[in-house]
């Protein structure tokens, strides 16, 4: 099952709630009775890479000063559990199977109380692109997902208390291509 987009404290907390929508519609996307699809060729450093680059895309639908960032914009306790490898299928039991990757961050320089505008900028961004797009609303927020051509899946969440975060899943790689993949702390509006 992916993906966990968990924060490590504080505001985090509260974001973990209001994700689990973005949680339950990336992981019905990876769960059924099939295998997983396995990219043999894709390793954690080229997943890694593929999503910094979606995020890049995500951020330039965003005003000037976007970026993305680790630490949460406004809370020094509201950083993201940075993501990592996780099973495909963590329901097998086998711990030599496919893996993922998981990226999580918060969007900092948008204006004071435009979650909601930006994440409607993203979607607009992603949809005129022709990214097969999920739009879903959980509690307090939003949720837009994209599935990119590689198999990805990015998350754009409103949390409906003024913050917008943005996730990524890769597609499934082999457990042998984990290893030495690296995440920037923030990632700015190309």
């Given at each position: 099952?992916?993906p966990?987009i968990?924060?490590?404290?504080?505001?985090g907390r509260?974001?973990?709630?209001?994700a689990?929508?973005?949680?339950?519609?990336?992981?019905?996307?990876?769960s059924?009775?099939?295998?997983?699809?396995?990219?043999?060729a894709l390793?954690?450093v080229?997943?890694?890479a593929a999503?910094v680059?979606?995020f890049?895309?995500?951020?330039s639908?965003?005003?000037e000063g976007?970026?993305?960032?680790l630490?949460?914009?406004s809370s020094?306790?509201?950083a993201?559990?940075p993501?990592?490898?996780?099973?495909?299928d963590d329901?097998?039991?086998d711990?030599a199977g496919p893996v993922?990757?998981?990226l999580n961050?918060?969007v900092?320089?948008?204006?004071?109380?435009?979650?909601?505008?930006?994440?409607?900028?993203i979607?607009a961004?992603?949809d005129d692109?022709?990214?097969?797009?999920v739009?879903?609303?959980s509690?307090?927020g939003?949720?837009?997902?994209?599935?990119m051509?590689?198999g990805s899946?990015?998350v754009?969440?409103?949390?409906?208390r003024?913050?917008?975060?943005v996730?990524?899943t890769?597609?499934c790689f082999?457990r042998a291509n984990?290893?030495a993949?690296?995440?920037?702390?923030?990632?700015?509006?190309?």
């Amino acid at each position: 099952m992916r993906p966990e987009i968990a924060p490590r404290t504080g505001v985090g907390r509260t974001l973990t709630a209001s994700a689990l929508g973005a949680v339950v519609l990336l992981a019905a996307a990876c769960s059924s009775d099939e295998e997983p699809h396995v990219d043999t060729a894709l390793t954690e450093v080229a997943a890694a890479a593929a999503l910094v680059e979606y995020f890049g895309e995500a951020l330039s639908a965003l005003p000037e000063g976007a970026s993305l960032t680790l630490a949460h914009p406004s809370s020094s306790i509201g950083a993201f559990n940075p993501g990592g490898v996780t099973p495909c299928d963590d329901n097998d039991g086998d711990a030599a199977g496919p893996v993922f990757l998981t990226l999580n961050y918060w969007v900092s320089g948008i204006p004071e109380g435009g979650a909601a505008q930006e994440l409607d900028a993203i979607a607009a961004y992603w949809d005129d692109r022709d990214r097969p797009l999920v739009r879903r609303s959980s509690g307090e927020g939003s949720t837009a997902v994209a599935t990119m051509p590689d198999g990805s899946a990015i998350v754009a969440h409103d949390n409906g208390r003024g913050s917008l975060s943005v996730s990524g899943t890769s597609a499934c790689f082999p457990r042998a291509n984990a290893g030495a993949g690296g995440q920037p702390e923030v990632i700015d509006r190309p």
